[in-house]
């Protein structure tokens, strides 16, 4: 089956600053890829989603990108703020099959 | 609300015990997940329901895991003889099915003592 890593596991950085996420997958059948953020005590909730027939994707803030050759895919969020501190998952599947998580990062925006 | 209802939200029981979770969906939607999610992890899957019918259990770790959807609707996870390494928060999701976003419920938390 499908297994996703995810790193680093715990990211601080200062307000305004740059934060960049990054996941690997093993099954090259994958082709959608979506990340959610997670707050303390709630459900994960969908941030930006990407499928394999497109190399980034920006909303805002938020821009992800695909490399499938190299089966890797990652989140960036510029001008981070404090709202901004969460758990970020991100995932894979094949169409509109089940998700494969990776174990998640922290991340923490000091103001 | 308009969105997952789970209940209860928190759930504490003895090793052995009968549990029972359930989850509300958002009207419509035809696809409804369990996922179980330990401390510092990310969720797992457990069960897939299209419609009244699971279309895929894969997730499922053992046979004291069932799970029900007769309406189509909402669903019952049931967990027999419970364990402490049972001891997660249960998320519920449910989708509309033409698209792969997951809408997600609070969870809830299940403490095997």
């Known amino acids: 089956g499908e297994n996703v890593e995810q790193h680093p596991s715990t990211l601080s950085v200062q307000e305004g600053d740059s934060a960049v996420i990054k996941c690997t997958y093993s099954?090259?059948?994958?082709?959608?890829f979506p990340w959610y953020k997670q707050e303390l005590g709630k459900g994960p909730q969908l941030i930006i989603d990407i499928r394999s027939n497109v190399g980034e994707k920006k909303d805002q803030r938020i821009a992800v990108t695909l490399n499938k050759t190299a089966k890797h895919f990652s989140l960036h969020i510029t001008e981070t703020q404090p709202e901004d501190s969460a758990v970020y998952f991100c995932a894979a599947s094949t169409g509109y099959s089940t998700l494969t998580f990776g174990k998640g990062t922290m991340l923490l925006v000091s103001p | 609300g308009a969105g997952v209802s789970q209940t209860p939200s928190n759930k504490v029981t003895e090793k052995g015990k009968y549990v029972e979770l359930r989850c509300d969906p958002i009207s419509g939607h035809t696809a409804l997940y369990w996922y179980r999610q330990s401390l510092g992890q990310g969720p797992e899957f457990l069960i897939y329901?299209?419609?009244?019918?699971?279309?895929?259990d894969s997730g499922l770790p053992n046979d004291r895991f069932f799970a029900v959807r007769p309406e189509g609707s909402v669903s019952t996870l049931k967990i027999q003889r419970t364990e402490r390494g049972d001891s997660a928060v249960y998320l519920c999701a449910s989708s509309p099915g033409y698209s792969g976003e997951l809408f997600f419920g609070e969870g809830s938390r299940l403490t095997v003592l």
């Open positions: 329901f299209q419609g009244t019918g699971a279309a895929d």
């Open positions: 099954d090259s059948a994958s082709n959608y």
